[in-house]
């Protein structure tokens, strides 16, 4: 699948329509329509193998970035009659559902983060591999961005989003020097705040765990789209839009976004028989079950050939009762 020049290779493709397999069969031989919900459509990876495999059933596509939607279409264009697009946050399934008709799905999956043409894309500021305005938003009609941030949020503010999202121990000196840079008027670009970030880390810290702006980046790209708080809404609004025997599968990259998908999986397979009874007592019984213990990781070929997938992890639950 090509994107500006480059492969889009979407992680863990084959592993997710397995995953969703059962569940799109069950609603075929059981519904008079299927729907799958892709919550990240991106540039239409994993839309488009679902659709080759089950042409019959109806994808709504969710993103919040209209570039990715318009590439998607142009990827996914020979099953445009079985694709709907949303261009919103996917944690408002329950009014795109509502909007659409539609009760309940046979499968959602997630693909959470950044896709690779927002990465690449040298205007957009998501990567300090790149010189490009400290923009960072996924949907570009919004207000906030990471300059807004970085000029304007006072000292706590910046020193709690770097400690918070983007687990960085030398939270406190990178926002002094943030404030400082606010005199001179230098911070403008992805390579000024990287080099920025660079001086405020002491040497010896500097040769391990990779590039030291990347939590800097990581934290700033989670409040410049409130990642985490529209995820904590999704999880459990998607649980609900799941028909019994529907999936939900999800893939996150980082650590926090997984604990959020780990509680809410938790949560909602866990029985509510008080602790010590030998049986579930009557509608007690958990409504989800684990469809994968745990979590899975890539496999080290994927990663070889798709080293995004690296620090994938995926969770996946299956409904019981309504
Ligand atoms: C990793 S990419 C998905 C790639 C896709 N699975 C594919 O194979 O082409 C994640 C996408 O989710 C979108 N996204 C991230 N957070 C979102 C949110 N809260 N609501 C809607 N879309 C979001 C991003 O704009 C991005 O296009």
Same mark, same amino acid.
């Given at each position: 699948?090509?994107?500006?020049?480059?492969?889009?290779?979407?992680?863990?493709?084959?592993?997710?329509?397995?995953?969703?397999?059962?569940?799109?069969?069950?609603?075929?031989?059981?519904?008079?329509?299927?729907?799958?919900?892709?919550?990240?459509?991106?540039?239409?990876?994993?839309?488009?193998?679902?659709?080759?495999?089950?042409?019959?059933?109806?994808?709504?596509?969710?993103?919040?970035?209209?570039?990715?939607?318009?590439?998607?279409?142009?990827?996914?264009?020979?099953?445009?009659?079985?694709?709907?697009?949303?261009?919103?946050?996917?944690?408002?399934?329950?009014?795109?559902?509502?909007?659409?008709?539609?009760?309940?799905?046979?499968?959602?999956?997630?693909?959470?983060?950044?896709?690779?043409?927002?990465?690449?894309?040298?205007?957009?500021?998501?990567?300090?591999?790149?010189?490009?305005?400290?923009?960072? /938003?996924?949907?570009?009609?919004?207000?906030?961005?990471?300059?807004?941030?970085?000029?304007?949020?006072?000292?706590?503010?910046?020193?709690?989003?770097?400690?918070?999202?983007?687990?960085?121990?030398?939270?406190?000196?990178?926002?002094?020097?943030?404030?400082?840079?606010?005199?001179?008027?230098?911070?403008?670009?992805?390579?000024?705040?990287?080099?920025?970030?660079?001086?405020?880390?002491?040497?010896?810290? /500097?040769?391990?765990?990779?590039?030291?702006?990347?939590?800097?980046?990581?934290?700033?790209?989670?409040?410049?789209?409130?990642?985490?708080?529209?995820?904590?809404?999704?999880?459990?609004?998607?649980?609900?839009?799941?028909?019994?025997?529907?999936?939900?599968?999800?893939?996150?990259?980082?650590?926090?976004?997984?604990?959020?998908?780990?509680?809410?999986?938790?949560?909602?397979?866990?029985?509510?028989?008080?602790?010590?009874?030998?049986?579930?007592?009557?509608?007690?019984?958990?409504?989800?079950?684990?469809?994968?213990?745990?979590?899975?990781?890539?496999?080290?070929?994927?990663?070889?050939?798709?080293?995004?997938?690296?620090?994938?992890?995926?969770?996946?639950?299956?409904?019981?009762?309504?």
């Amino acid at each position: 699948m090509a994107i500006a020049g480059k492969e889009h290779i979407p992680v863990a493709l084959e592993r997710c329509i397995e995953l969703l397999t059962p569940a799109i069969e069950y609603s075929l031989s059981s519904h008079s329509s299927t729907i799958v919900i892709d919550a990240t459509l991106g540039l239409g990876g994993h839309t488009r193998a679902l659709l080759a495999k089950f042409p019959t059933i109806t994808v709504i596509g969710i993103d919040r970035d209209a570039h990715a939607i318009e590439l998607a279409k142009s990827n996914v264009r020979q099953y445009l009659d079985h694709l709907r697009i949303a261009q919103t946050t996917y944690d408002n399934i329950p009014q795109i559902l509502a909007e659409q008709g539609v009760s309940h799905v046979a499968g959602i999956l997630f693909d959470l983060g950044v896709s690779s043409m927002q990465l690449d894309d040298g205007q957009r500021g998501f990567a300090y591999s790149h010189s490009a305005p400290l923009d960072m /938003r996924m949907d570009q009609s919004q207000e906030l961005t990471a300059q807004h941030i970085l000029d304007t949020y006072d000292r706590g503010a910046l020193i709690h989003i770097l400690r918070t999202y983007g687990e960085e121990k030398f939270a406190q000196k990178i926002a002094d020097n943030i404030i400082s840079a606010r005199a001179s008027s230098s911070l403008h670009t992805t390579t000024d705040l990287a080099e920025l970030v660079k001086l405020s880390i002491p040497a010896p810290a /500097r040769r391990t765990g990779g590039n030291p702006a990347k939590r800097t980046f990581q934290a700033l790209r989670i409040e410049v789209n409130q990642e985490l708080a529209v995820l904590e809404r999704a999880i459990p609004a998607a649980l609900d839009a799941l028909d019994v025997k529907g999936r939900l599968v999800v893939m996150a990259y980082q650590s926090l976004e997984d604990k959020i998908v780990k509680a809410a999986f938790t949560e909602a397979t866990a029985s509510r028989t008080p602790r010590g009874l030998p049986v579930d007592l009557p509608n007690s019984a958990a409504h989800y079950s684990l469809v994968i213990r745990g979590s899975e990781s890539a496999s080290e070929s994927e990663i070889q050939m798709n080293p995004r997938a690296q620090s994938m992890r995926l969770r996946a639950v299956e409904r019981l009762a309504a």
